[in-house]
């Protein structure tokens, strides 16, 4: 891939990805393998006006050695130099970019209670400082071929020539070609998201229904007044930026506790470094009571039971079928790019800024409203060509939302 269109994609994380201010730091986490687009980002970082750019290296192989042989207790340390490291972010704010790039089998083996358990353990003491950053400073997460990631998606070809092809599948759902101008792109995605967020914001649903022949038959009801959103964010400094590239997603999150029904997995899902695949999950009260794996059973058992909010939604997306990511064909293993080709849900948190005057309330009024809580986020997709979804609004009227997997409004 030429270096003149990967310095766009670098440019493109730095003033719409992240949207990085003059004078923000910048933290940039990379897997070592993609070292050199690591130090284009942090060089379009200062560019924009950075005051320091860190990057910290990640490696998968060496993440699986360290849960292979170190004990939970170990694993499950966050020892004292870490916790300052987030109270200086929390007290700086910097940009933060994401740039994904795991072999979606790259833990595989791996036991899966020692690697949740360590997580788990982790997360608790951590979550203090990841509530007080957040919706206080911006971060996206992008994608770069890795050669074990690029074969997964393209096994019949060799490793090169599927980094490539990864490569060219990669910035056509980012909008980046050699004669655009992929920021002017993102500034008219943007307000086509913000559209479709709009009309639905306009309807005042109580609840959605959802319905296709692979057996998803499911109702959520969403939290009275939330707002659907799409496309960016906003911090509460009034700095938009855009989370996720790509993204072809109008979310919001439902009310905690409320739902009824089978949700029937579409693709499969990639997580902590293994598949879980061709499965579904059935909600009784709000509550995942069930699921079925054809792979990766465990995992998903485990994953509903991280804590008291694991087995409840935080999340409900709405994706074309027709969309620039569905439309490449490709199964990516990557929930950026699975999640912004089909209809999703998340388990786990919801997003508090769904909820007008979110930023002046507590946790527990965030909860009362029906915002559930958790350390875990998992999206798992269920869009189809043949998806249908009817919403109901608050007075009893019905209006297609998607009808064949697609906008209906």
């Known amino acids: ?214 057996g998803t038959d499911f109702k959520c009801w969403l939290i009275p007044g939330a707002k659907w959103e799409g496309g960016g964010a906003t911090i509460l400094d009034g700095t938009f930026y855009n989370p996720n590239m790509p993204t072809e997603e109008v979310f919001t999150s439902p009310l905690k506790g409320k739902c009824e029904g089978t949700l029937v997995s579409t693709m499969p899902l990639s997580y902590q470094g293994n598949l879980i695949e061709n499965f579904s999950i059935t909600f009784e009260n709000g509550r995942a009571v069930s699921c079925q794996a054809e792979r990766g059973q465990e995992l998903l058992e485990k994953m509903l ?14 994706v074309p079928h027709d969309s620039p990511v569905s439309n490449t064909g490709i199964l990516f293993y990557n929930s950026l790019f699975d999640e912004n080709a089909a209809c999703h849900v998340a388990l786990g948190f919801g997003f508090p800024e769904c909820v007008e005057g979110f930023e002046s309330m507590t946790d527990q009024e965030l909860q009362e409203k029906g915002v559930n809580d958790s350390i875990i986020h998992v999206d798992f997709m269920i869009g189809s060509k043949d998806l249908d979804i009817t919403g109901y609004t608050r007075d009893g009227k019905a209006v297609q939302i998607f009808k064949n997997g697609n906008w209906a409004i």
Not at 305 to 318: I, K, Q, T, V
């Open 305 to 318: 039971h991280m804590d008291e909010g694991a087995s409840m939604l935080g999340e409900l997306a709405l």
């Open 1 to 214: 891939m030429k270096k003149t269109i990967l310095r766009k994609y670098a440019r493109l994380a730095v003033r719409k990805g992240v949207n990085l201010k003059k004078g923000q730091g910048c933290a940039i986490y990379a897997q070592v393998e993609q070292h050199e687009f690591a130090e284009m980002v942090a060089e379009e970082a200062y560019r924009a006006g950075a005051k320091w750019v860190q990057v910290f290296w990640q490696d998968q192989a060496v993440r699986k050695l360290d849960l292979r042989h170190q004990t939970v207790t170990q694993l499950s340390r966050v020892e004292e130099w870490e916790k300052v490291q987030q109270q200086m972010f929390v007290d700086q704010l910097p940009a933060r970019i994401h740039i994904s790039s795991e072999d979606p089998d790259g833990l595989k083996g791996v036991s899966v209670p020692k690697m949740q358990k360590a997580q788990a353990a982790r997360s608790t003491v951590l979550r203090p400082y990841r509530k007080a950053i957040d919706n206080k400073h911006q971060w996206t997460i992008i994608a770069v071929p890795s050669k074990k990631w690029a074969k997964k998606v393209f096994p019949g070809v060799r490793a090169s020539v599927a980094e490539e092809k990864l490569w060219e599948a990669i910035l056509q759902t980012v909008r980046v070609t050699p004669d655009n101008d992929p920021e002017a792109a993102w500034d008219q995605h943007n307000a086509t998201l913000q559209e479709k967020s709009g009309k639905l914001n306009a309807l005042d649903l109580d609840y959605l229904h959802y319905t296709a022949p692979n």
